[in-house]
């Protein structure tokens, strides 16, 4: 990782001289990238004739994908300088972009420092094959970078039932992407969401039901290579039914074949029929593709040859996950070997073309270089996964020398635009399930006079969660008392609170309950504040003192009600960003029409399908079943 700060004025003019350079050089390309279709014989041609001109170790190179963080940077700095020296000592043909962390928060970067990163990292590669920069950006770029509108998570699509609105989302995120030089979404995910213990994967999916996933999925290969994007499926073969997070250990999906064949592999089946890109193998063991215990999917040839590559006949790049994850690493412990090395031949040999984020660049490249020299790999198999990633970036215009540098000065016209913020907030707005209202509290009166106390469980009480629903909720009732408990407040603020409930006319409780990746990818919030035992004594207080006039918000997992079985009112966003709690906010005041249908089955609560309907500025309601 690495990152330099600078001052305004520093930055501005290195923007300037920049922008300048490429602009005299000729070799920028309009922001307006062109679609993705079928792969054309001049795409073939040049793959071919490139393919011819690499060396064995530039070969290699192109196999392999290290991180860059996006943001300004020096050009003497020394953290820049080992990057640009890594892409050219291993010929790396590819750079996965993400933003440096604080501890469990993101330091999002601005969009001109991100297309800045993509030109500087391209300039000065010095490549034969100029790189390809992919991106993790599942909610969009508001993700990593500043400026863009905040999409909620999948699952909110899944609320909405509506394949359209990801079409629509997924053509936005495109668009603004290439804007920046960045062409490859790691998106999206296909993973059917049927685990309710999943720590990982959860609001991530759009849903448990294999069709609604593969009409999702679908849409959004659809709307992201209208947008110029390429894309990954991922996790294959499913990720959904795991209780392990895979960055942090080895997970397991212990179902049988026919499961498998009717649940996990469908929405990867539709996405490979819609023309994805590439998919991504996940660092989990499959018993019942996989008898070795030995093996994960990812170094299964099984799983990736003989399922994916053979029986479901992709023929784009196979991606490894994250080379550096646990799920991965703790099968190929240090002893005195090559253990990155030898991971990574195992990865290759099972049939992947490109490994993501390895935990030893040295070791990983020596270790296929030494691979292919003795046999143990084949040239040929080398070849063909070049060719195959060469084939992607001709897709993706970067078979044209001279036209893979963005113009900063059309960066303005593609990211940000009113339209995009309107539509993330209408998929928000589409998605607030009702699950119950067995007290009848909804909608709440603004300006209401009697006391109302807010109790905003995050997962940290100083950062950025919740301070758009406090706003919200304020504007319509001056006098609310909101407090925040996290693991560190919650026995300090327990018996304030107990007794402000105890007084108040109506709680509102909101939960911010969410799944994110490990220590390999460090989100804004972490898990949920309630996996502390104060905070999760704090709510169950609440409800059995006052769950008559409680209503809970679940910004994030709809699952938090299976550990509070007696919450009389629910209410899910399934995302945390501050569009889905402007969502809440209109929800509770009766201010928007609340339509949203569950997208999981909520065990011994309700079904996939069910969500309780109300009209804007009405309190009539109705249970809609499946």
Not at 278 to 302: G, N, W
Not at 397 to 423: E, I, T
Not at 601 to 622: Q, W
Request: hydrophobic fraction near 40%; include cysteine; proline fraction near 5%.
């Amino acid at each position: 990782m690495f990152s330099i700060k600078c001052g305004t004025t520093a930055f501005a003019l290195f923007l300037v001289g920049i922008s300048s350079a490429i602009a005299q050089s000729g070799k920028t390309h309009s922001s307006q990238s062109q679609p993705i279709g079928a792969t054309t014989h001049a795409q073939e041609r040049w793959a071919d004739r490139t393919l011819k001109h690499l060396t064995l170790e530039e070969k290699i190179g192109q196999m392999i994908e290290v991180r860059g963080i996006m943001g300004y940077y020096n050009s003497q700095d020394p953290a820049f300088q080992q990057l640009i020296s890594d892409i050219r000592k291993y010929h790396l043909g590819a750079v996965h972009l993400s933003v440096n962390t604080d501890g469990p928060l993101l330091l999002r970067t601005e969009p001109y420092e991100a297309a800045m990163t993509t030109n500087l990292l391209q300039q000065e590669s010095h490549s034969k094959v100029p790189l390809i920069f992919s991106v993790d950006f599942e909610r969009g770029p508001s993700m990593r970078l500043t400026s863009f509108e905040a999409f909620p998570q999948p699952m909110a699509f899944g609320a909405t039932h509506n394949p359209a609105y990801v079409e629509q989302y997924a053509k936005i995120v495109a668009e603004e992407s290439r804007a920046l030089g960045i062409d490859w979404n790691f998106y999206p995910i296909a993973d059917v969401q049927i685990n309710p213990e999943n720590p990982i994967i959860n609001t991530r999916s759009f849903g448990e039901d294999p069709q609604e996933v593969s009409s999702m999925v679908t849409a959004y290969i659809r709307g992201s290579h209208e947008g110029g994007m390429l894309t990954a499926l991922k996790h294959f073969p499913g990720h959904g039914d795991t209780d392990t997070d895979s960055h942090l250990n080895l997970a397991r999906v212990n179902a049988p074949l026919e499961r498998l064949n009717t649940v996990e592999l469908p929405p990867f089946k539709a996405g490979i029929q819609a023309g994805s890109d590439s998919v991504m193998i996940a660092h989990v063991a499959f018993p019942a593709l996989e008898p070795d215990p030995t093996k994960i999917a990812t170094t299964s040839r099984q799983v990736v040859s003989g399922l994916l590559r053979e029986q479901l006949g992709f023929k784009g790049v196979i991606v490894s996950d994250a080379m550096e994850m646990k799920g991965l690493t703790k099968l190929y412990p240090e002893g005195g070997g090559n253990a990155a090395g030898r991971a990574a031949v195992d990865t290759v040999k099972a049939g992947q073309d490109l490994l993501e984020l390895p935990s030893d660049l040295d070791g990983t490249f020596n270790g296929l270089l030494q691979a292919v020299k003795s046999g143990e790999i084949l040239r040929a198999q080398i070849d063909a996964s070049v060719r195959r990633l060469l084939l992607v970036k001709a897709r993706a215009g970067l078979d044209a020398r001279g036209q893979h540098l963005v113009d900063l000065n059309k960066v303005q016209y593609s990211v940000g635009k009113p339209s995009s913020y309107a539509l993330a907030q209408e998929v928000a707005d589409h998605a607030v399930t009702l699950v119950r209202d067995d007290n009848h509290m909804l909608p709440l009166h603004r300006g209401e006079p009697k006391p109302i106390l807010v109790v905003i469980f995050v997962s940290d009480a100083h950062g950025d969660d919740g301070r758009v629903l406090e706003r919200e909720i304020r504007s319509r009732i001056q006098g609310a008392t909101v407090i925040y408990v996290d693991r560190r407040s919650a026995a300090v603020e327990a018996e304030g609170i107990a007794a402000l409930a105890s007084r108040a006319q109506h709680v509102i409780a909101a939960v911010y309950s969410v799944s994110q990746p490990g220590p390999a990818e460090v989100a804004a919030t972490s898990a949920s504040g309630l996996a502390a035992q104060g905070s999760a004594g704090i709510l169950k207080n609440i409800l059995d003192t006052a769950g008559d006039k409680t209503v809970v918000l679940a910004l994030g997992s709809p699952y938090s009600i299976l550990n509070f079985p007696s919450i009389r009112s629910y209410l899910c966003t399934y995302s945390w960003v501050p569009t889905s709690e402007r969502s809440a906010a209109k929800a509770l005041f009766g201010e928007i029409p609340i339509q949203g249908k569950l997208p999981v089955t909520l065990p011994g609560i309700a079904n996939r399908g069910d969500g309780i309907e109300k009209e804007a500025g009405t309190s009539a309601n109705a249970m809609i079943n499946q």
